[in-house]
């Protein structure tokens, strides 16, 4: 091409060079999306799976064929069936944090209402609540891959729930003869017992509007 004095125009050395830098950074940001596209079909079949079968009758070849991928391409991913199961637990209470806000609020009274929110979104997604009991009795064996994941969870909710709890009864909201830490474990029992019964027998048991007014009796019961 002629430009105005008649000579002809030409890119630069370095106008190349950064065009070949973005042609590239799109092409690495590219790849990045297919990676983790990748990684999110693993994790929803191995997902499923562990659901419907548990983690030792589970197997790579299952997972790897309903993620539509070979075993060698799934494990270069997740390098092993234990790492893939805390990578699947890890998500599935990540996605439970982000619908429900519990910690922006960590009064007792809300929490618990936090939990009821939780349980009645969960209910749309049965393999999801299957999955995280079959998982929790599962790691009682403490050579399970999840057994610290397990002990850690209801050590955490039980230890944030009395936390809370105790925060309520410093602003009088709560009855200072409250124990807070034998109401919290069994506010997380009573919330995976009744998970069970509506796994067991959904037509009969409506977990979330069970849940929902055994949280609100219990405040009632709680609050001054």
Known sequence: M??????????????????????????????VHRYDERKQQILDAAETVFAENGY?????AEIATRAGMSQAGMLHHFPSKAVL????????????AAQV?????????????GMAALIQANALHRNETRLKLVMAVEASN?????HEWARQRYLWGCRMLAAGFRQDIEAGRVRSDLDVDA??????????????????DPERVDV???????IEEMIAAIVI
Request: no cysteine; aromatic share 4%; glycine share 14%.
């Open 2 to 31: 002629t430009g105005r004095g008649g000579g002809v125009n030409t890119v630069s050395p370095a106008g190349a060079g950064w065009g070949l830098v973005a042609v590239s950074m799109l092409s690495e940001r590219q790849a």
């Open 56 to 60: 030792d009758a589970a197997s790579i």
């Open 85 to 96: 199961l805390i990578a699947v637990l890890d998500r599935r209470d990540d996605i439970d």
């Open 101 to 113: 806000h519990v910690l922006d609020n960590p009064g007792g009274i809300a929490i618990l209402r």
């Open 142 to 146: 403490p050579a399970h891959p999840a």
């Open 183 to 200: 109401t919290a474990s069994a506010v997380f029992a009573v919330m995976d017992g009744l998970k069970l019964q509506w796994l067991l």
């Open 208 to 214: 979330g509007a069970v849940f929902g007014n055994v």
